[in-house]
């Protein structure tokens, strides 16, 4: 069975792509309210083969493009046109002002996105937007799992609307190898707009962050950032008390220390599969990124001849403003997701030594990245990922 090999080496990312391709009555997703991460549950005697094909946990099919930062048409920074958009959004508003342009132009029938689920102020959901004020319901980031593809094939049978997708690049890396196993959604999803994803906090996380604020019932609402840039982590209770974090305390001292192990060895956090890939473009200081509020603003990686056009004719509509940016620049903006991807080789080697083929991570250059980086600092990745790999093994042997 594919998917105990996949939770035997804790290499599921919860998106529940198995359980749509499988059917949910034959597998279904649950959460593990202990670990704060969803896991596929599989009915005994199912075939579940494709997984292996499908899984964008063990399975990525790059494009060949071996730079460090992969393929690179372009590289911009910019913002939102709209002031309101520019100060509610994440980072500056590119990437909801995008998705606005494409409903409002007809380029698309819908924007397939992740946003909070409407019975809860924490569990996330794929949600379906189709205009202007859904895409701004959807807003802002959300650090904690979604179950982003458990229904995407029973959407994409029951309708034959054309799509934008926005999402984690394992999300994206799930919907392409869906299209190469089911051809015959190849041609609905128009564009795919990537995040840049430094890992997927649990919801236990979450709770911790917010149980700073001294209370013990859970809030009505919930915000991880955005209203500025980068905005603070903002919890509201029914009787109208609230409780705020920093990105720096929220994200840089909880959310982004409790990832999952998958998203700890991710070979690919920087869209390397979408049409334009979108991270914060942070002021630097001392060489460390800096997270003192202002106005937001993004950097863009245009991937392809379709992400180039989209940003040109938005930006001659007026829905956003962008400039050029030398590309050596990231390196100093985004050093986390720079280091990660010349030494993740050594990070993922610990699986492929014990568990060989089981990850099929092809056409991303991790190899390439590895040897021609500090080997000394590779070996250093391996030995620690090792020892967090056979921890987690022997673990699960004890359970």
């Excluded at 909801?96 to 819908?110: F, G, N, Q």
């Excluded at 982004?256 to 991270?279: E, Q, S, T, Y």
């Amino acid at each position: 069975m594919i998917i105990s090999k996949i939770l035997k080496n804790d290499l599921c990312i919860g998106c529940g792509l198995c359980s749509s391709v499988l059917g949910h009555h034959r597998c279904d997703m649950s959460l593990d309210r202990s670990k704060g991460f969803y896991y596929p549950k599989l009915n005994k005697d199912v075939n579940d083969g494709i997984i292996k094909k499908i899984c964008p946990g063990i399975t990525i099919h790059g494009n060949g493009h071996h730079g460090i930062w992969g393929n690179v048409v372009e590289v911009v920074e910019g913002w939102s046109a709209s002031p309101d958009i520019r100060y509610k959004a994440a980072s500056g508003g590119v990437v909801t002002s995008l998705a606005i342009y494409l409903l409002e132009t007809r380029k698309v029938d819908a924007v397939l996105q992740v946003g909070v689920r409407r019975d809860s102020y924490i569990y996330n959901e794929l949600q379906v937007s189709k205009c202007k004020e859904d895409v701004l319901r959807n807003a802002q980031s959300r650090y904690a799992p979604a179950l982003t593809l458990y229904n995407i094939k029973e959407l994409l049978d029951n309708s034959d609307e054309k799509y934008a997708f926005i999402g984690k690049p394992c999300d994206i890396a799930g919907i392409k190898n869906l299209c190469k196993e089911y051809p015959q959604y190849n041609n609905r999803f128009e564009l795919f707009i990537s995040i840049f994803c430094a890992g997927m906090p649990s919801y236990e996380a979450t709770a911790k962050t917010w149980r700073l604020s001294g209370r013990k019932d859970e809030p009505c609402q919930l915000k991880y950032r955005g209203d500025g840039w980068p905005g603070n982590f903002k919890a509201t209770w029914a009787d109208g008390e609230t409780f705020e974090l920093s990105y720096n305390d929220s994200w840089g001292k909880i959310l982004g220390r409790n990832v999952c192990f998958r998203c700890k060895i991710c070979p690919d956090g920087i869209g390397l599969l979408a049409d334009i890939a979108v991270g914060d473009s942070w002021n630097t200081k001392d060489g460390y990124p800096d997270f003192t509020e202002e106005d937001g603003r993004c950097f863009v990686f245009i991937r392809s001849r379709k992400g180039s056009d989209l940003l040109s004719e938005a930006r001659d509509k007026e829905y956003l403003k962008y400039h050029k940016l030398p590309i050596d620049k990231i390196q100093e903006m985004q050093p986390y997701q720079y280091e990660r991807r010349k030494f993740v080789w050594w990070r993922l080697l610990p699986i492929y030594l014990i568990s060989p083929r089981l990850l099929q991570y092809g056409g991303l250059g991790l190899f390439r990245q590895a040897v021609n980086g500090n080997i000394v600092v590779g070996i250093k990745n391996f030995k620690g990922a090792s020892k967090r790999y056979l921890k987690m093994r022997w673990e699960a042997v004890k359970k």
